[in-house]
T-cell receptor, first 115, second 113 residues
Framework: AQSVTQLDSQVPVFEEAPVELRCNYS??????LFWYVQYPNQGLQLLLK??????LVESINGFEAEFNKSQTSFHLRKPSVHISDTAEYFC?????????????FGTGTRLKVLA | NAGVTQTPKFQVLKTGQSMTLQCAQD?????MSWYRQDPGMGLRLIHY???????DQGEVPNGYNVSRSTTEDFPLRLLSAAPSQTSVYFC???FGTGGLRQYFGPGTRLTVL
């Protein structure tokens, strides 16, 4: 069975500071990995995903995440955050081999960017 | 494209009442799913469908029914609402399995008194 752990429920950070949101997963098979973002009172939107190939993936708004198979991690980073990055971020995993539609989401990390 | 739409946005029910949460998508996606979001628990899969006429249970299916008579619609039914079903419900759709992104609706906030 798969599982996703986001250890930090809340992360406060000052504007223009760097941030890392941690995600660890557990799975006995190969997985696809995702980060979704949820702005207040909205649904989730895909931020970035790792399917295969380069272990470093980037989003259009400056976030990046690195797949580390040995540490079973997929941490999300941004070198300089903005107030508009305040949102809740969810890490998710899906099995890569079985064609399953089942996604497992982490419990979320609430990023609060302070002025 | 409207994407994924959900109605209603808000709903208050009394214990034992029934209701249907509506979900529709206009992207011709085969795959649709329902999640509930509770504080500190992230999103949990309730039911999902891999095409018209095909549904399956997710992680927390008890108390909920679904059907998929068309590609576009995937309603979620609560037959006898309980306070434990107070939550925010999200519908999502996708072209396919695994590595394809899910498109989420705006959510329905349900309170059961």
């Amino acid at each position: 069975a798969q599982s996703v752990t986001q250890l930090d429920s809340q992360v406060p950070v000052f504007e223009e500071a760097p941030v890392e949101l941690r995600c660890n997963y557990s799975s006995s098979v190969s997985v696809y990995l995702f980060w979704y973002v949820q702005y207040p009172n909205q649904g989730l939107q895909l931020l970035l995903k790792y399917l295969s190939g380069s272990t470093l993936v980037e989003s259009i708004n400056g976030f990046e995440a690195e797949f580390n198979k040995s540490q079973t991690s997929f941490h999300l980073r941004k070198p300089s955050v903005h107030i508009s990055d305040t949102a809740e971020y969810f890490c998710a995993v899906s099995e890569a081999t079985s064609g399953t539609y089942k996604y497992i989401f982490g419990t979320g990390t609430r990023l609060k960017v302070l002025a | 494209n409207a994407g994924v739409t959900q109605t209603p946005k808000f709903q208050v029910l009394k214990t034992g009442q029934s209701m249907t949460l509506q979900c529709a998508q206009d992207m011709n996606h085969e795959y649709m799913s329902w999640y509930r979001q509770d504080p500190g628990m992230g999103l949990r899969l309730i039911h999902y469908s891999v095409g018209a006429g095909i549904t399956d249970q997710g992680e927390v299916p008890n108390g909920y029914n679904v059907s998929r008579s068309t590609t576009e619609d995937f309603p979620l039914r609560l037959l006898s609402a309980a306070p434990s079903q107070t939550s925010v419900y999200f519908c999502a759709s996708s072209f396919g399995t695994g590595g394809l992104r899910q498109y989420f609706g705006p959510g329905t906030r349900l309170t059961v008194l």
